[in-house]
């Protein structure tokens, strides 16, 4: 299951030889890459630690079947409907946690969007972190690790997947877009709108997503947040954004690209416009 994905050999090799061997650690960092790819990662290490054939993850027994489904009992996401991972959350995993496996010798935590942890929340995890029992694995996904306190670093293994993938070109249209809106001009915001509906929607998504996720955390945080911050390069675009809308305009955007990336039929032209036209209300 590593085989076929497109990572840096020498991780493919230490996460093949942790599961096969058994040798597994109790919790992993796995920061920067390609979003998805990361995922895909995660839960084939996730359903290599859950299966019990000789070399997990095989792909064909019943573990890995529910885990290449999401739906193995024993491999529970976490992840924020908010703009960050809370303490409340921390605390619903370690109760969890204390509670033995279901089907498999052991569970698995995946945490998506580890690096919007606040410092409760990672103050909570550590104390997880360092009384860690034999069935529980906790992998964190991150954009970056410069969040991390050091003290929750030393008790991950961390793994680099490179520089994250967000398109270099979309993002810098994606960057014009916002700035064309703030400055209230339609006629040029429209243009920009269309030029994005003509790029990969899936890249676009992902940037517009990744500058509104910023700009909420920067409300929630009075700006004190420029290590976790996944476009810190923009970050007077990201001040702007969020002093401009409110929370709830903010998360009305997001529930609507997210709905709309679930449906394929999708067009790409009247998505853009939508989304023009929430971030244009007043
Ligand atoms: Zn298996």
Known sequence: MFEELRIAEPIKYALSKAVSEKKISHAYLFYGGDEQTVEKVAWAFAAGCVCTSEQPPCGVCAHCRKAAQKAHADIIVLRSDEASIKISH???????????????????????????????????????????????????????????????????????????????????LTVSFFESILQGDMKDSLAKSATLAGEDLDQVTKCIVSFLRDALLYQKQQGNVSTLLINSENEKLIHKIARRYGGEQIQKTLDFIFDSRLSTSTNSQLFMQAVYCLLSAR
Do not use: W
């Open 90 to 172: 921390i605390r619903q995993m370690q109760y969890e946690i204390s509670l033995m496996p279901y089907e498999a010798e052991k569970k698995v935590y995946i945490v998506y969007q580890a690096d919007s942890m606040q410092k409760p929340a990672q103050n909570s995890l550590l104390k997880l972190l360092e009384e860690p029992n034999e069935y529980a694995i906790i992998i964190l996904l991150a954009q970056s690790k410069s969040g991390f306190y050091p003290t929750v670093l030393s008790r991950c293994q961390v793994y680099d997947f490179g520089p994250a993938a967000m398109d270099v070109h979309t993002r810098q």
